[in-house]
Nanobody, 120 residues
Framework: QVQLVESGGGLVQPGGSLRLSCAASGVAFRINTMGWYRQAPGKQREMVATITHDGSTNYANSVKGRFTISRDNAKNTVYLQMNSLKPEDTAVYYC??????????????WGQGTQVTVSS
């Protein structure tokens, strides 16, 4: 029912910044926790940052102080502001959302991913 579409990825130099966006579309009763995950080639997908409906955030230790997650509930959109980017941040970034429907059914939705490459 709910689809997530990421945008904002690209190529950036070390120390630069990018802002990722993820827009949720479709019919849902409530979108609870949303988050950003990333996966580099040959590595497991890892949590980058999550944010609850009320705005409580959690970050991976590797991005604390550099990344900021936020959301606009009116727009059903979650953002990831990435500053002081490092080459090790290079990965495909995926948006995630825990979706609750009026029926009580809960699902976890994933976006298609957006590539972030940090290189000089």
């Amino acid at each position: 029912q709910v689809q997530l579409v990421e945008s904002g990825g690209g190529l950036v130099q070390p120390g630069g910044s990018l802002r990722l966006s993820c827009a949720a579309s479709g019919v849902a009763f409530r979108i609870n926790t949303m988050g950003w995950y990333r996966q580099a080639p040959g590595k497991q997908r890892e949590m980058v940052a999550t944010i609850t409906h009320d705005g409580s955030t959690n970050y991976a230790n590797s991005v604390k102080g550099r990344f900021t997650i936020s959301r606009d509930n009116a727009k059903n959109t979650v953002y990831l502001q990435m500053n002081s980017l490092k080459p090790e941040d290079t990965a495909v970034y995926y948006c995630n959302a825990d979706v609750l429907y009026l029926s009580g059914t809960a699902t976890r939705s994933w976006g298609q991913g957006t590539q972030v490459t940090v290189s000089s």
